[in-house]
């Protein structure tokens, strides 16, 4: 490889348009400073975490340049990111939650009860908030379909399609496997259910992670009005909220749980998880870690649409 | 003078640092991105990473406060503009009331001696 290969390719991390405009000059100063000697890593990583500010710049997630109606559509869509983070925390939770009920005193039921209805309650409602936006936002692709044909979103379109049939077909199979099994063999007694259960996961990781980048991908190309903006940012400033919210019934019922029912999320046993010996089960960390990396993301969102909503 | 810092901040970036010595730099003719770099170190010291010179690069041109020179060279030269001038200058003489603030507030001699003596030029001009 040659030594201006050796320096293009460092420069991966930066977006294409900025590699093409200052790439040539960059590689140049490499060249000059470095010569035929190897790059330091000091060097490297600071090119890394610079390329990784340009390409969020270039989205307009991060920059005072961008345009306010940039940062409403970035923010909502940095929001949605965050939700998606939800789902399947939420799917986590949900799954390791079941029957803790059973598990729990009566009389210390009613702080965890409070989390648990709050972490329900909020879910649905930021389901329907995420609903209501895409419909408000369906129009505005039919528009696009029509004024310039699928060309510019068929391919995200047809990976989503791929991966939401793919993830409706593994819980169908699974489904219908699970109704001729015992509760024991549903829950851990056979391997090849447990193994089909996690593959259904992963599948459904998938799906979401597509769905959000199509998301994504779609919405940047539609052309929103200010209004339209402002509705779908005020949304995703409800989802954020509710996402709060189910941080806050989360800890409710974890804490509660950790106080009043120790053993139930210690022997956690019956419902397919790795079960421990303390108040930290596996499960529970990964799902608390997704939501506040889900949140942050979400937060992070917030604020830019706000910077949008307050820069006319 | 709080405000008009403010506002030169907001014209050069969050980063100012770099870009106020790019500026400096190119304010003595146009230069590409080695020649910023050396010349940026020899005249305060700073060494900028390539990463730090041509994100500030990049944001300066964003800005219109530098542009890039025509060359037929691999290498890029850039020259100040005349918007760029104008956000040097008065980052200058922000910096400058600062300087003199402090030099007077901690009664430095030298510094206090040559404010004196502009203050009588000043006084004597007018």
Known sequence: MSASNHFERILRWYPPNWRAHYGPGLVALLEDTYGENPVPLRIRASLARAGTVERAREVGVLGETTSSNDRLRVGSQLVLCGWSLFVIAGAIFAKFTEHWNVATPAAHRTLASIGDSAVQWAGVVSAITVLVAALFVFPVVVRLVRAQGWTSIRRPVRRNALAVGSVAAFIAGLTLWAHRMSFHQRNGGTIGYTIGFLVTGVVALVAIATATSTAVTVTRELDFSRRMLRLLSSLALGLTVLMGVIVAGVALWWASEAIYAPHFLANNIGNGFISTSNTLPPALVVAGALMLLGLSSAFAGSLRVLGGLKKT | ?126
């Open chain 2, 1 to 126: 003078m709080a405000k008009r810092t403010t506002a030169t901040k907001s014209e050069l970036g969050r980063q100012s640092e770099p870009a106020l010595l790019i500026l400096t730099s190119l304010a003595s003719g146009e230069k590409h991105g080695y020649a910023l770099a050396k010349d940026v170190e020899a005249f305060s010291g700073v060494t900028l990473g390539p990463g730090t010179l041509y994100g500030a690069i990049s944001r300066l041109e964003e800005r219109g406060l530098i542009a890039p020179v025509p060359s037929d060279d691999r290498r890029q030269p850039y020259k100040i503009t005349s918007s760029g001038r104008t956000a040097l200058a008065s980052a200058v003489r922000d910096m400058r009331a600062l300087a003199d603030e402090g030099a007077a507030r901690l009664r430095l001699r030298v510094l206090a001696l040559r404010l004196q003596s502009r203050h009588l030029v000043t006084g004597l001009t007018r």
